[in-house]
């Protein structure tokens, strides 16, 4: 099967160049001008658009057990709505139950995305308890799972938080293997002290969630990862980082020459703290880190230009209201997390680069080529080049369009982003030469969606 995309401007992360491209079954086979028609199954006319690689979102949580209920999108939901806003990949996180053990929880999320996902996908780890055997299950991991990234989490104490010997630990084992640790860096102590007194002075609304974490809980538990890196000699990823607190302790990191990798969300670049002024409503955006204020929004913008943040995901965690409810006489109680994972790409196209905040070569690498060099995909994710994976994506930088719930595809009874107007759409998506969105249909079946193996840690400079 060989498809043409003709007339198209190719972006890369490094250029912008007017070209046609071809695909031959699953590969990028051919990039070039005026290339011939002969033979072609397919041609697709990408005149006025841009055709860029397949987004990928390191950052989503689906089936996710969390707060006493389950992220509502699955597999099949959230890898076909990641695919309508333009993500051709995920990377969802495999939570270990503490006591148990790594294999015992991959087989668990295998039955939950095998014949399910229709989009691809992979995974992190996420470590909850640190030993000796689980140590050995890491090694296993990276060199047999194809699984090279460790996420841990520095709060949700009694759930998910490990203690800083755990985390030094891990980070010797993961370093010495070619992988990667990434964090959830908050101060779990403190923010756990904070909403006890809260909930004893009788602040119970979702206002409170956001004033339960403040900025100095991520910058401290920021910069005491970045120590315990650089300590160990581990390469690590900060995930979610909202503000300019953390912002800075990874900047001064830089001045002993230490690289500690940066993901954002599109929501901290886009959404801020007045929200928390909605009462109850305010729910929708009780996510962990919580949203803050338009000075962070400015430093992350000004970070990813830095090349101080690489990588912008959306930590995808939806909840019906119905779930919300949960917490409607305690915030700490409300399911954190926000649907988020078909708005990334046109977020950050329309907040980005039509706002000219960044360029297009920028969007293209934090949207898709460094998550794949910094997760071990590349050059066959994340990139328009000859043999690489045909996840293409053409886009109308000038269709204006508005997010709505009534439209969305996730599987969400709210929008976090109802009523906002952008400016570009994703039109067409090839997964792998197949064509999976086209004329806002979905192509593709579950099933067609595959785990993908990864290699160790790229390109971290
Ligand atoms: O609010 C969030 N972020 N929910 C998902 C879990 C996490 O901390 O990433
Ligand atoms: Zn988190
Ligand atoms: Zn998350």
């Given amino acids: 099967m060989k498809t043409l995309i003709q007339n198209g401007t190719l972006v890369t992360a490094e250029a912008t160049f007017a070209a046609d491209l071809l695909v031959e079954n699953d590969k990028i086979a051919g990039i070039g001008h005026a290339l011939p028609t002969q033979g072609v199954d397919r041609v697709i006319d990408a005149s006025g658009k841009l055709v860029i690689p397949g ?75 640190f030993n000796p ?63 006890a007194r809260h909930k004893r002075e009788g602040k119970l609304s979702p206002l409170y969630h956001y004033l339960s974490q403040p900025e100095i809980t991520e910058a401290e538990a920021s910069g005491r990862f970045a120590d315990l890196l650089y300590y160990t000699g581990c390469p690590g990823y900060i995930v979610h980082m909202t503000c300019e607190g953390a912002l800075n302790a990874v900047r001064r990191a830089t001045l002993r020459n230490q690289r500690v990798l940066v993901e954002t969300c599109t929501q901290y670049l886009v959404l801020d703290a007045s929200l928390y002024e909605k009462g109850f409503e305010a729910a929708k955006w009780v996510m962990s880190p919580p949203l803050r204020q338009p000075k962070d929004q400015e430093a992350l913008w000004a970070g990813l230009n830095q090349g101080l943040v690489q990588v912008v995901g959306t930590d995808h965690c939806p909840f019906m209201w119905e779930q919300k409810k949960m917490g409607e006489t305690d915030f700490s109680k409300i399911p954190n997390g926000h649907p988020a994972i078909e708005h990334r790409v046109e977020l950050l196209f329309s907040e980005g680069v039509a706002k000219n905040r960044i360029t297009l070569n920028k969007f293209v690498e934090a949207s898709s080529t460094r998550a794949a060099q910094i997760f071990g995909m590349h050059p066959r994710k994340g990139t328009l080049s000859v043999g690489a994976d045909a996840d293409i994506v053409i886009f109308n930088p000038e269709t204006k369009h508005k997010i709505s719930a009534a439209t969305h595809h996730m599987r969400c009874d709210y929008s976090a982003y109802e009523g906002m107007e952008l400016t570009g759409k994703t039109e067409t998506v ?13 192509l593709i079946q579950p099933g067609y969606g595959q785990f993908i193996h990864r290699g160790k840690t790229q390109h971290l400079g």
């Avoid at 597999?75 to 939570?95: E, N, Q, S, W």
């Avoid at 270990?96 to 989009?119: C, H």
């Avoid at 090839?430 to 979905?442: P, T, V």
Wanted: overall charge negative.
């Fill in 55 to 129: 987004g990928i979102d390191p950052h989503v949580h689906l089936d996710m057990p969390f707060m006493g209920t389950y992220s509502s999108d699955d597999y099949t939901t959230g890898t076909r709505a990641a695919l309508f806003g333009g993500t051709t990949m995920v990377i969802d996180f495999i939570l270990q139950t503490q006591g148990d053990t790594l294999y015992n929880a991959l087989r668990t999320w295998q039955k939950k995305s095998e014949g399910k996902a229709v989009g691809d996908y992979s995974y992190h780890m996420a470590v909850t308890d």
């Fill in 430 to 442: 090839l997964l792998r030469g197949e064509l999976a969105i086209h004329n806002n249909e979905c």
């Fill in 133 to 195: 055997d689980v140590a050995k299950e890491v090694v296993a991991m990276i060199e047999k799972e194809g699984i090279s990234s460790f996420k841990t989490f520095m709060a949700y104490k009694g759930a998910l938080m490990i203690d800083d010997g755990q985390m030094m630990n891990l980070m010797r084992v993961v370093r010495d293997h070619g992988g990667l640790v990434t964090v959830h860096a908050t101060n779990g102590d403190m923010i756990d002290a904070l909403i």
